[in-house]
């Protein structure tokens, strides 16, 4: 393995901690633990992490409901993730895949398993990274990796919430997010963005664009909804 990489396992069980987390440091990864939703978003707040090992049965938030918030963000929608899935509970499985979750290992597992897949996922998120990822529309330019905006020539100067507003329209341009579904996008641990705070950021947004702020248009009592080319 070249370089240490960081492992953030998110799990209420401590049995399952107490097996995987010197498992993994004895592998040499860096390891971060969480026991729900909230600690995980303080830890990836805080540090860089390569893999979340994420128990789909959370209290509080589910693990489906963090993985998906996890994807969405552009600040963490490159963490590759693999899912702890009860054996018999196929559905959590293909929910979880198509959410976004790499891979899987079902209850109970072998930790030489684990550790196999954690491995791979390095391997391939390491080899990912060597390319941009870069979503462009109607003269907007988003940088994932660089975490920036380019409006035409001209660099847009934005706040984490509004670069993560502008990148969820983008990702789903002609299509109008109603309030609640922006709400849940962008809502974090305990932090709770009601329909009035999303239109102050959506007329922040919109100012730093420029014309192209036009773009976003409002669908009056449903939501917000990005016109592209």
Avoid: C, W
């Amino acid at each position: 393995m070249t370089g240490k990489a960081t492992i953030l396992l998110v799990d209420d069980d401590p049995a399952i901690t107490e097996v995987l987390e010197p498992a993994l440091t004895d592998a040499g990864y860096t390891v971060r633990t969480a026991t729900d939703a909230n600690q995980a978003f303080s830890v990836l707040a805080e540090d860089m992490v390569d893999v979340m090992v994420l128990d789909i049965q959370l209290p509080g938030i589910s693990g489906l409901k963090l993985l998906k918030l996890i994807k969405e963000d552009p600040k963490t929608a490159g963490v590759a993730v693999l899912m702890l899935t009860l054996r018999k509970s196929e559905s959590d499985k293909v929910t979880g895949l198509d959410t976004g979750a790499d891979d899987y290992v079902a209850k109970p597992f072998s930790v030489k398993e684990v550790l196999a897949r954690v491995g791979a996922l390095i391997r391939r998120s390491r080899h990912a990274g060597q390319t941009a990822r870069v979503l462009e529309a109607a003269g907007i330019r988003i940088d994932f990796d660089a975490f920036e905006v380019v409006v035409g020539k001209r660099k847009a100067d934005l706040r984490p919430m509004e670069f993560a507003l502008l990148a969820r329209l983008m990702q789903h341009a002609g299509q109008v997010l109603t309030y609640r579904i922006l709400s849940e996008a962008l809502s974090e641990g305990s932090r709770i963005i009601t329909s009035e705070t999303l239109y102050a950021h959506v007329k922040n947004l919109r100012q730093k664009l420029g014309s192209a702020g036009d773009r976003i248009e409002t669908i009056y009592g449903i939501g917000y909804k990005f016109k592209g080319d």
